[in-house]
Nanobody
Framework: QVQLVESGGGLVQAGGSLRLSCAAS????????MGWFRQAPGKGREFVAC????????AYADSAKGRITISRDNAKNTVYLQMNSLKTEDTATYYC????????????????WGQGTQVTVSS
């Protein structure tokens, strides 16, 4: 059983940056691909980015490309999401997740989820 705890969310002005972290425990972190999703009020959970277990492959949603970078540190059992040039439409609860596929993009490809961290971007 893998436990995931996100941190780093908060209130930021449009154009600003945030780095989210997700700390994993209870399992072999390096065996899992890690992903970030987000969910805005009244909307479904949306894929943002994912990274393979070795960090050799990544995938991004079109809305994230060029502004958001996913990375991981297997020695620290932590995955990061660096978000730059934030927009008001990035406002959402951000969730990290662990899955066994190489580069999982779908919600159903993930086995474990964190509780989420709120990101609010003001205009």
């Amino acid at each position: 059983q893998v436990q995931l705890v996100e941190s780093g969310g908060g209130l930021v002005q449009a154009g600003g940056s945030l780095r989210l972290s997700c700390a994993a425990s209870g399992g072999t972190f390096s065996r899992y691909a890690m992903g970030w999703f987000r969910q805005a009020p009244g909307k479904g959970r949306e894929f943002v980015a994912c990274i393979s277990w070795s960090a050799g492959r990544t995938a991004y949603a079109d809305s994230a490309k060029g502004r958001i970078t996913i990375s991981r540190d297997n020695a620290k059992n932590t995955v990061y999401l660096q978000m730059n040039s934030l927009k008001t439409e990035d406002t959402a609860t951000y969730y990290c997740a662990a899955g066994r596929s190489l580069v999982p993009i779908g919600v159903n490809e993930y086995d474990y989820w964190g509780q989420g961290t709120q990101v609010t971007v003001s205009s």
